[in-house]
C-alpha cells in the first residue's frame, strides 16, 4: 500500500493525551492517529449510506410513517419501566 504524508495541527493536551496513549499502548503516534481517521471514516460512510437508505424508502410510494408523538410516549414508557424496575 502506497502512503503519504498528511499535516495536521492539535491542541497541546490533544498532543499529550496522544503521546500518553501511545506510550501506555506500546503504539506509535502515528498508527494511533491513522487507526482514529480509518475508524472515524468508517463509521460516517456507514451512518451516510443508512441516511441515504431511510431517505429513499420514505421517498417511495405507499411508506408509511410512525407518528413522532406515538414514539416518543414508547420510548418514555419503556424508560419508566426500566426506571421502576430498577428501584429508582
Not at 503521546?19 to 463509521?43: F, H, N
Not at 441515504?52 to 416518543?72: L, M, N, S
Request: glycine content about 4%; proline content about 1%.
Amino acid at each position: 500500500m502506497r502512503t503519504t504524508t498528511f499535516s495536521i495541527r492539535i491542541d497541546e493536551e490533544t498532543k499529550e493525551r496522544l503521546e500518553k496513549l501511545a506510550k501506555s499502548t506500546s503504539r506509535s503516534k502515528s498508527y494511533l492517529i491513522v487507526d482514529a481517521i480509518k475508524e472515524y471514516i468508517d463509521i460516517n460512510e456507514w451512518q451516510i449510506g443508512e441516511i441515504r437508505q431511510a431517505v429513499e424508502e420514505a421517498d417511495e410510494p405507499g411508506a408509511k410513517f410512525i407518528d413522532h408523538e406515538k414514539i416518543k410516549a414508547k420510548g418514555e414508557s419503556k424508560l419508566a419501566h426500566s426506571m421502576a424496575s430498577k428501584g429508582r
